[in-house]
């Protein structure tokens, strides 16, 4: 059974950090793209970073510079820390696993929540 579990979210102060992070289990982790994405109540889902399975990164403009996306193979782990954090960052972000021919898996998600 595959599951992915975010966890690392909370309420931070603007400018602010917070490190999530996204264990994943049932699958061959490392030939999976790694995507973090974000939703809002009434929003579209966006992506945020990715992370390839070669370990090439890339990012949303808006997050350019204040988030950074890892992995670790060994443990099966993703993080993204998140610094500089802006109240516009408040949402639920989401990991996803993804593999060509294999389809796409779904985190339940971590909220995070940014004060001004």
């Known amino acids: 059974q595959v599951q992915l579990v975010e966890s690392g979210g909370g309420l931070v102060q603007a400018g602010g950090s917070l490190r999530l992070s996204c264990a994943a289990s049932g699958i061959f982790f490392s030939l999976y793209n790694i995507d973090w994405y974000r939703q809002g109540p009434g929003k579209q889902r966006e992506l945020v970073a990715q992370?390839?399975?070669?370990?090439?990164?890339n990012y949303a403009d808006f997050v350019k510079g204040r988030f950074t996306i890892s992995r670790d193979n060994v443990n099966n782990m993703v993080y993204l820390q998140m610094n500089s954090l802006k109240p516009e960052d408040t949402d639920v972000y989401l990991c996803?696993?993804?593999?060509?021919?294999?389809?796409?898996?779904w985190g339940q998600g971590t909220q995070v929540t940014v004060s001004a």
């Open positions: 992370i390839s399975s070669g370990g090439s990164t």
């Open positions: 996803a696993a993804d593999r060509q021919y294999y389809g796409t898996y």
